[in-house]
């Protein structure tokens, strides 16, 4: 079993930077595929990023030139650094995670709001 807790949402400007963190418990974390996604009111969730347990990244096109994944295994934590924020990123973000055995896992969200 895998809890997740995203923090660092909330409101900020066109232009803007942003850090959410999902700080993970109850499993392996360092063995896991880690995600963000965001869905959009009435709409379904979208990948936003991945990172895989060794480290490799996989972005959505309409953001891997603005947003950074990364991770750090030794805090059990996983971070998106995004930047030059739009108001079409406004959105709810979710954290994931996934085990080698298949078990997916989702936190409970965090709302960003981008001001034009």
């Known amino acids: 079993q895998v809890q997740l807790v995203e923090s660092g949402g909330g409101l900020v400007q066109a232009g803007g930077s942003l850090r959410l963190s999902c700080a993970a418990a109850?499993?392996?974390?360092?063995?896991?595929?880690m995600g963000w996604y965001r869905q959009y009111a009435g709409k379904q969730r979208e990948l936003v990023a991945h990172i895989t347990a060794v480290g490799s990244t996989n972005y959505a096109d309409n953001v891997k030139d603005r947003f950074s994944i990364s991770r750090d295994n030794a805090k059990k934590t996983l971070y998106l650094q995004m930047n030059s924020l739009k108001p079409e990123d406004t959105a709810v973000y979710y954290c994931?995670?996934?085990?080698?055995?298949?078990?997916?896992?989702w936190g409970q969200g965090t709302q960003v709001i981008v001001s034009s």
């Open positions: 994931y995670s996934k085990s080698p055995r298949g078990h997916e896992y």
């Open positions: 109850g499993s392996i974390f360092s063995i896991n595929l």
